[in-house]
Structures are given as structure tokens and as C-alpha cells.
């Protein structure tokens, strides 16, 4: 007969999330909290209570990420960090991000409750703006101790209201020391609700994410010759909107042929002069693709050169961004797929197409991610929605993992 | 040897067109003349003076339209009609519209000059708001003079600063009596701009139009589904967009096999949300087609209907508007016809892709039109271009059309 594992408080875990889910909860069930807002500060605030009540330093660097730390046995071992970030973007869900710090925050609890005194510290992070939704960009603040943004730039960023960055957080009374900010662990866990269809599609209980994926985005823009739409014959025509869509076939056929697991997406399209009697000049769109590897995005890049080099009328593409595959570190990787295994759920190894501030700690400090499905795939709206089942799993995987990490 | 005929005044045209294009010249040579702006009332009052010192009467009607009439032998028998319109769009050119108003000034100058005497009145006029630009719809006086407009419903229209239609009138000193409306006449002619490619890249001089064309306009609906670029595999997807590319490569597809003189245009296209990371849930586009025969039109339609049936995506076309072919009097296109023939002028028949108050007019009076040459097809822009010799022969036509109509 196997031992009885020990395992979290699922009831516990449901409620907290629920508390949470209550600051800034909207009419249609969703919850608006953007970073450092009151609905913000109230959850941060709640956040803090619950641990310093189970004893917890909480600690807050420059950034306004909070720190909450259960010393354990040896309190100048690498701690070991679990949390993610508890900021939404306006009419957003239930459980993007929170799910990982009220999840962190049960397992501590856990630990606590079921007396193990671990090796090493274990703390829970709470990432200040990941979601960029009130000052872009987003995962803002792991970006800045990841060294990607530049704090004097972040610090003058603006809301829609002209209010920075830095008057926020210092509003917020959730400033504290450039020193606290997280330099060294052990390790870093964040869970996470997929945001995407494919565990649920695949029946799948839980995804052990190897990587954020790689991508790049373009800008082509497509130039012709506006003329009255009455008088111009067909073959007289430099319509910048029919050379747009024979550039949007071509971009679906070679695209195609590549990878499966190959995402690609043609998401902001603008025409002018966007007059039904006139004659298009000219055509913008963004397409961006993402894929694991590197090779397979170089390919893009090559289609998008060609196709545009090809186009019947005078084109233009720009990239305008592009980021390289962030790979989580192996072992941590590991740690949770034999978690996984060991506590007999369905899984796979699958890559994040959406980024997470995981990707910018996976540069400091060894890193993983564990997914639980999103229904519909749905995220970043109100109809956002995870079990409260699968939300108890994927804790339940981040307190086997972080068992093992401990000792 | 062929007796001279007698000809218009080239040198007086020019500089007539010129002086109008000093109403509201633009810094790029072009016009800003919009209906019942001061500067439409200066090119007004010049007009009425220049009619009055050839002892015209000038009457207006309760739209603000002018006819300025010379009597000839018979005042009571139906009158002969020249004329256009003399407002523009915002950075118009020098040609659109005034052209027709200005020969038709030098037509009755060169009756004057050369002593002929009319059997019949014969008479300018200058309809008000052709354009559209400043009150919509186009076209409105003289769609109000054919029953196609509600003139209650015409003066309540506002400019974008919140004028009426009816204050802006009534402001000009411009209105007379409904009395004076066009309701009977031998004829009616209007020179214009070709507004379209075709004389020029045929190197013709003259077209001879003989329709107005009839069009159909539609905007097509295409729904999916939003979800997030990077998390959601290409198959689970529903973009609004790909399925709207499909929709146009089919429409360019089917329309293409149709008669070659048929025009299409999707110039209108929003797409939602319009956000480079998120997969579009809606487009809706614009297609417009005309033809002189209403079999072709009612083909489009048939292919719209079809296409938009297959769509991959649940679709919808909703008819927003249609318009049957105005055919012009065969007489008068005859006349105008043989007039140019005589001339030497290499011309065509055609039609007119363009909508123009001859169109309105034709359901009131016997009416043609007489197109000259638009360098580039250009119009309604600063770059509108039409020779002086070009404009001389259009006049020079229309003078020859009208002597063989006043006798």
C-alpha cells in the first residue's frame, strides 16, 4: 500500500482565491485590478496580512515586488521561490497570475500546518505590473532585475491618466530596498493557467513547461495609388488592399508548410483611406509568428522577406521585434515532471506561447512553469475560467516539487 | 474647302478658370470651395456679375441653385441648359465641376460675341452642394429637383461644425423661389472631367458619356473568435481575418471572370480588435461593383451572396445601397456625338463611373454629358489636372452640341 502523500488544503486554496477574486471583481464575474491601483493594494494588502499571520517576513525591493519568506532551518541557504504576480489587465479573469501567488501561498501554508521545516527558505513572490495593462510593457518589474528594461525608463512609464510609473509606487506605500530585489535562489516556480487550448483539447491535467517560445513580429506595409473607385478601370488599379491580400495568401501558404507547433497571427490591419468609394493606397499590418526554434522562426523571417520582396506593389516589412527561446533550467524541469508522474496525473511537456515573468527569472535564477488548462482557451477576458479541481492539482504539483526542492 | 466654324474664346475660357480657381486656391494649386463657404459665395457672386454684364437674367430656386438665361427670340419656348456645379471637396482641384459652369459662361459669351440669336432661351446653371463635402449626401440639390431627395429631410443636414443646411443657404443671400427650379427644357448638358484613366491612356480627346452606371454596395461581416496569438495552435483557431482573406481572393476570383468594363472595389475594411498579439474576432468590409447593365450587377450580387454562403467563418452581406444604370437621352448623346465627329475630336462613347447631377437631371430633362481627359485619373485632390487645350475642346464640343440644339 502506498503512503498517504501529504498534500494541500484544497478548501483553503478555493477560498483564498476567492478572496482575491474579490478585489476588483466585475459585474460579469472577472476582475479589473490593474498594477497598483486600490483594487491592487487591496489584494497586496490581504496578500501581506495572510503572511505575516502565518509568520512570514515580507520584504519589498525597489519594484514594489513583495517577498514573503519562511525562513526554515537554514536561513542563509539560497531560498527557494514560488509566486507569479497579482495584477490583471482591465475585465480580465479569475485566476491569470493570482493563481500562482494564493497557490505559493497555500503551500507555505501547508508546510506550516503539516510541521516540515524545510533545508532551505522557501518564499512566495508577487511580481509588481506584470501584465503592462496600466504602464507598459508588461512583466515590467522582472524585466527590470532581469536587467531587459532600464529602471529609469520604467520609472517615467505612464497610465492612460499621465500618472507614472514611479508616482504609482510610491502612492502604492509598496516601496522598499534595491537590495531585496531577488538575485540568487535554489529555484523559481511559477504556476500558471495555460492561456491557451491545448491541455484541455488533449484532456491533459497538467502542462510541465519547457520554454516561453521564441517569436518575432513585423510591420509590412503596402503602398498603391488611390483613385476614384467608379472610374478606374480593374487593370488600372495599384490597390494596396488586393496586393495586401495576395501578400495574406501567400504568407498562409508558405507559413503552413512549416512546423506544426508553429503559431503565426495577422492581428492589427489597417487600410487607408478606409473610404468605400476610394480606392485603397495604402495597407499596415502586423504579422507575428512564435516557435521553440530558432531555425524554424529564421524560416519565417525568410518567408516574410520574400513574400514581400514579391508582392505586386511597392512593400515594405519592418521587423519590429523579436525574442530568442527562453529554456527553462532542466533540472527544475524535471523536479516537476517526476512530481507529476509521482502524483498520477496526465501531462506533457509543452512550450508557453504567452510570456511570464518566469522568462525574464529564468535569467537569474534556475526556473520552470507548471500549466493547468484554461476552458476554451480563454484568458485576459472575464470568461476566463480554470476548475477549482485543476487549480487544487497544479498547487498540488508546485508543493510535491517544492517537497523535493526543500530537502 | 471647309467654311471655318465658328469657336469659343480659348484665352477667355482660361482666364475664366482661373479666376475661379482664386476662390479657395490651396497652397498646392488646388481648391477648397465648399458648398455655401465663403469661398463658394465669392465664386458665386463672380459668376452672377459675369452673367449679369452679359445681361442674363440670374434667378435662383429655394435650393440655392442659379440659372443665369439668355432669352433668345422665343422666351417662352423650352430652354437649353449648360452647367455643374461650381462648390469642390476639402484640397480639390481647379476642374471638377467649375468646368462645366465656365464653359458654358464662354458657350453663351461666344453667342453673344457672334451675334447668333437663339430660337430658343438658352441658360447656365450652377446646382448647390454637388459634392457632398460639406453636407452629405452628394448631388443634393438637384436629387431634391428629381423627387430622389426630401428637401425637409436635405435641410436639416449639418456640417461638421453643426450648421444646417438651411442656415448655411439662407446665410449665403442665395435662395429664391421653388418656382424657379428646373422642371422643363429642351435639353440639358454637363462638361466634366473625366475623373477616371481611360481617354487619357486610349489618347482620346473627347467622351461622349451615354450612362451614368448603375452599382450595387455591400458590407460583408465576418465573426470569429479572439483568443491569444501565441497560446492557441493554428487549427483551434477562428480568425476573422484569414476567413476574410479567403472571402476577398474568391471575390477577385469570380468577379474577374465577369465583363471586363465591370469596377469593384473593397475600399472600406476594419478589422476587431486590432492588436498585433490578438487573434481578429471580427472584419467587416466594404465591396462596391458597377456596370452599365444590370445582368452584371445582378451577377455580383448573385457571386457576394455565394461567396459570403462559403465563408469558413459564419459571414453575413447586408445590402447597403444599389442604384440602376441612368441611360441619357439617345437624342442629345447623338447630337453630342455627330458635334464631335464634325469637330475632328477623337472620341468614344462610354459611360460614367462617377455619379454627377446630369444623372438626377436626366429624369427631369433631356440630358448628356461630355467628358475631356483627367491626367492620372486623378481627382477630388490638389494633382487634378486637365490641360487648357483639353478643356477648350470639351467647350468647344459643348458649343457645337448647343447651336445645333438652339436652332
Redesign the interface.
Known amino acids: 500500500m502506498k503512503t498517504e502523500k501529504k498534500t494541500i488544503n484544497s478548501a483553503r486554496l478555493t477560498e483564498t482565491l476567492n478572496t482575491f477574486a474579490s478585489f476588483g471583481k466585475t459585474a460579469n464575474n472577472g476582475v479589473t485590478r490593474l498594477s497598483l491601483s486600490k483594487e491592487d493594494i487591496d489584494a497586496r494588502t490581504y496578500f501581506n496580512e495572510q503572511c505575516e499571520a502565518l509568520g512570514l517576513t515580507v520584504q519589498l525591493d525597489d519594484l514594489g515586488n513583495m517577498y514573503a519568506i519562511l525562513p526554515g532551518k537554514n536561513p542563509k541557504k539560497p531560498p527557494i521561490f514560488m509566486g507569479s504576480h497579482l495584477d490583471t489587465v482591465k475585465k480580465g479573469g479569475r485566476f491569470d497570475g493570482v493563481l500562482g501567488v494564493a497557490a505559493a501561498l497555500e503551500v507555505v501554508r501547508s508546510i506550516i500546518d503539516q510541521g516540515i521545516e524545510p533545508d532551505t527558505p522557501v518564499g512566495i513572490i508577487n511580481f509588481t505590473n506584470e501584465e503592462g495593462a496600466r504602464f507598459e510593457p508588461s512583466m515590467m518589474a522582472s524585466g527590470i532585475i532581469a536587467g531587459k528594461f532600464d529602471k529609469e525608463t520604467m520609472m517615467k512609464k505612464t497610465d492612460p491618466e499621465g500618472i507614472t510609473f514611479a508616482e504609482a509606487l510610491q502612492a502604492s506605500g509598496f516601496v522598499g530596498n534595491k537590495a531585496n530585489r531577488l538575485d540568487s535562489a535554489r529555484a523559481f516556480l511559477e504556476l500558471h493557467i495555460?492561456?491557451?487550448?491545448?491541455l484541455e483539447?488533449e484532456q491533459l491535467e497538467i502542462g510541465v513547461v519547457e520554454c516561453v517560445?521564441g517569436?518575432c513580429?513585423y510591420e509590412i506595409e503596402i503602398t498603391g495609388k488611390s483613385?476614384?473607385?467608379?472610374?478606374?478601370?480593374?487593370?488600372?488599379r495599384s490597390?494596396a488592399?488586393?496586393a495586401a491580400?495576395l501578400c495574406?495568401?501567400a504568407f498562409?501558404q508558405e507559413l503552413?508548410k512549416l512546423d506544426?507547433?508553429?503559431?503565426?497571427?495577422?492581428?492589427?490591419?489597417?487600410?487607408s483611406p478606409?473610404?468605400?468609394?476610394?480606392?485603397?493606397n495604402k495597407v499596415v499590418f502586423?504579422i507575428?509568428a512564435?516557435h521553440k526554434d530558432e531555425s524554424v522562426i529564421q524560416e519565417v523571417e525568410r518567408i516574410i522577406d520574400t513574400v514581400v520582396e514579391e508582392a505586386t506593389l511597392s512593400s515594405k516589412a519592418t521587423k519590429l521585434w523579436g525574442r530568442d527561446t527562453v529554456w527553462f533550467d532542466s533540472d527544475v524541469v524535471n523536479q516537476v515532471e517526476q512530481a507529476t508522474t509521482d502524483l498520477g496525473y496526465s501531462h506533457k511537456r509543452m512550450v508557453?506561447?504567452?510570456?511570464h515573468d518566469a522568462q525574464f527569472i529564468a535569467g537569474v535564477v534556475p526556473t520552470a512553469m507548471i500549466f493547468v488548462p484554461s476552458t476554451g482557451?480563454?484568458?485576459?477576458a472575464e470568461e476566463e475560467y480554470t476548475s477549482w479541481e485543476e487549480c487544487v492539482k497544479g498547487a498540488t504539483v508546485l508543493y510535491e516539487t517544492i517537497q523535493r526542492l526543500i530537502n
Open positions: 495555460e492561456q491557451g487550448p491545448i483539447r517560445v517569436m513580429c483613385n476614384h473607385a467608379g472610374t478606374t478601370p480593374q487593370t488600372m490597390d488592399l488586393t491580400n495574406m495568401t498562409h503552413a506544426s507547433e508553429l503559431v503565426y497571427t495577422m492581428g492589427r490591419f489597417t487600410v478606409n473610404i468605400h468609394t476610394v480606392i485603397p502586423s507575428e512564435r508557453s506561447g504567452a510570456g482557451g480563454i484568458s485576459h
